[in-house]
């Protein structure tokens, strides 16, 4: 009677197990590429700079004037109370470690900017994956670029494409 039952709880949970197996499906879709494709994400490059001529290279031209106001402020400044000084010297300081560091600040506010733009893009794209995935019965949809092997019948690119209506460029050599 024990082996019944436990040939029966095998045989149902193989079952179980196939009927789950049989319901999984997987796609994935190479997000940065549909990004690229997006006709809006063309803009975006001479938005940036624009951003850069507009915003920060003036304030990087504001930061090297006030620096050599303050640095000839200091110098004036050998007849003053030291108090006054010291706080002198330490703004010029401060603007030198901004000067030296500049490609790095201009860089990050660059980035920011960047990703302030993408953001409506992405969220376009990942709502697309998703009306995509649901219409066509995808459980899992992956980055592409996190898998090694996958059949060329689970990428996504396409239907997401005609989604958002892009028109994906043609293969080379065909």
Excluded: C
Excluded at 63 to 74: E, P
């Amino acid at each position: 009677m024990k082996r019944l039952i436990i040939a029966a709880l095998f045989g149902m949970m193989t079952l179980t197990a196939q009927e789950a197996k049989s319901q999984v499906k997987i796609g994935y879709i190479s997000i940065e590429s549909m990004v690229r494709l997006m006709p809006e994400t063309a803009k975006i490059d001479s938005i940036l700079e624009k951003y850069q001529n507009d915003s920060i290279n003036p304030q990087y031209a504001n930061l090297v004037a006030l620096y050599q106001y303050k640095d000839s402020v200091m110098r004036d400044t050998l007849r003053t109370k030291e108090v006054v000084r010291k706080q002198i010297e330490q703004e010029v300081q401060g603007l030198i470690y901004q000067i030296q560091n500049w490609q790095t600040i201009a860089g990050q506010a660059l980035e920011a900017k960047q990703n302030e733009l993408l953001a409506p893009i992405y969220t376009k794209v990942y709502d697309a994956i998703r009306a995509v995935a649901k219409e066509k019965g995808y459980t899992h949809v992956f980055n592409k670029e996190a898998l090694l092997v996958a059949p060329d019948a689970d990428d996504l690119i396409t239907a997401v494409a005609a989604k958002l209506k892009v028109q994906l460029p043609k293969p080379q050599g065909k």
